[in-house]
């Protein structure tokens, strides 16, 4: 039986807000940092947030795999068979975590032949919910009220709101940053910024440098289907689980096609 993403949807925001407890269960105290082979943080929020994941998913999909930042990817040649799969990121934004800025979130997609169909993006401090499924609408939630439908807006005459990351600023991002020209500019960590371009909250998010295909999916499916668009340098939306390296090329996620917004990349 194939995945329904609209009839997951429920459980999977469930699933979010259980990995977010655990996560502010360590935020709350003392936490040790150690390094993985790449030299990015790693704490033991993430590893509980990984089991609750596993766990959760294991139970709702069985025979859907999953690929995820905290666990081994095994190689295309097995992965090149799988028609669904989960990508999760249970804690993205650790930097964030380690310096205590809140801008950390809880990332969970579901991709069918190498697209998103399904995201959910739990933001653990404030309690906010970003979630999407293709055929269900795009949608926020704050902690104790009643969910929204979000659209991402298209851009009205004036200055584009740009956010980017707070922690990976360099050349080739201040170079897209000069090449839009006149711009509201605000730094924000984590996935969080796909659900801003989805509610409609700013304009264009850039991303010059590495991410992992975990750290985009859900975004991407909550972008999209509230409109707006996540595309590489040649234009074409990511794809996921297509490819040997789970690294992601280049991309700008922007609500309104009226600019060539991946040229400026």
Not at 4 to 9: E, G, K, R, T
Not at 36 to 64: C, E, M, W
Not at 135 to 148: L, S, W, Y
Not at 182 to 188: A, N
Request: charged residues 20%.
């Amino acid at each position: 039986m194939h995945p329904s993403p609209p009839l997951l949807l429920s459980d999977v925001v469930a699933l979010a807000r259980a990995a977010g407890e655990e996560i502010l269960a360590v935020y709350a105290g003392e936490f040790t940092v150690t390094r993985k082979g790449d030299d990015s943080p790693l704490t033991v929020a993430d590893l509980r947030a990984q089991r609750v994941i596993s766990a959760g998913l294991a139970s709702l999909t069985p025979d859907v795999p999953v690929i995820s930042e905290e666990a081994p990817v095994p190689p295309l040649a097995e992965r090149s068979r799988w028609e669904w799969l989960w990508m999760v990121d249970p804690l993205d934004g650790t930097r964030e975590f380690v310096e205590r800025s809140g801008e950390f979130t809880v990332n969970i997609a579901l991709v069918h032949r190498h697209a998103p169909v399904l995201g959910v993006l739990h933001v653990p401090l404030t309690g906010t919910d970003y979630y999407a499924a293709a055929g269900a609408g795009a949608f926020r939630q704050g902690p104790g009220t009643v969910a929204e439908r979000i659209v991402a807006r298209a851009l009205i005459a004036g200055t584009p709101r740009l956010i980017a990351s707070r922690s990976h600023r360099g050349d080739r991002l201040n170079g897209f940053i000069e090449r839009i020209g006149p711009h509201l500019f605000e730094p924000l960590g984590s996935a969080v910024k796909f659900g801003r371009i989805a509610d409609g909250s700013a304009d264009v998010y850039p991303r010059v440098g590495p991410t992992s295909e975990w750290d985009t999916a859900a975004g991407q499916a909550i972008a999209e289907v509230a409109g707006a668009h996540v595309v590489g340098r040649d234009g074409n939306a990511l794809r996921y689980n297509a490819r040997e390296t789970m690294v992601n090329p280049d991309f700008v996620c922007y609500a309104d096609g009226s600019r060539p917004w991946h040229e400026y990349l």
